[in-house]
């Protein structure tokens, strides 16, 4: 009877070793999805840490129409902690766009919200709104 070999232990010592490779030193862990935002001092900017953890979105809202009028984080997504909303609803757009929000209730728009049309973040007219709310 020949001896018994662990194959999958240099598998998995190469798996690890990739991983911890590829994850830049000091980046915030990602955060799980539906979860509250993690703790953070209130003097700092969303900007700072979210240009690094979540790019793509940043970008988007950066060169979108409310990064470009400095219309900060807070104001759609609220304040960090109990105030704070992953994913707002389409009823905080009124604040701001009232008409706009008003015009929601003609019967063409009955189960579509702001997010049917307009990306989250770019918020740019009448584009695609690939991962929208509904």
Same mark, same amino acid.
């Given at each position: ?26 980046? #915030? ?6 979860? #509250?935002?993690? $703790?953070?001092? $209130?003097?700092?900017?969303?900007? &700072?840490?979210?240009?690094?953890? +979540? ?8 060169? &979108? ?12 997504? &609220? ?5 704070? +909303? ?11 766009? &009232?008409?706009?929000? $008003? ?24 584009? #695609? ?6």
């Amino acid at each position: 009877m020949m001896p018994s070999r662990r194959v999958g232990t240099p598998l998995v010592a190469l798996l690890v070793a990739t991983l911890l490779a590829a994850a830049p030193l000091g980046a #915030a862990p990602p955060v799980a999805k539906g979860a #509250a935002h993690p $703790a953070v001092d $209130a003097a700092e900017s969303c900007e &700072g840490c979210h240009a690094e953890v +979540t790019p793509k979105p940043y970008q988007l809202w950066f060169d &979108g129409r409310h990064g470009l009028m400095g219309v900060k984080c807070v104001v759609c997504h &609220g304040s960090v902690g109990s105030g704070f +909303t992953r994913k707002p609803k389409a009823d905080r757009c009124g604040g701001c766009h &009232g008409e706009n929000a $008003a015009a929601m209730s003609v019967p063409f728009f009955k189960g579509k919200s702001c997010f049917s049309c307009h990306h989250p973040h770019a918020l740019n007219p009448h584009v #695609a709104a690939a991962g929208g709310a509904k």
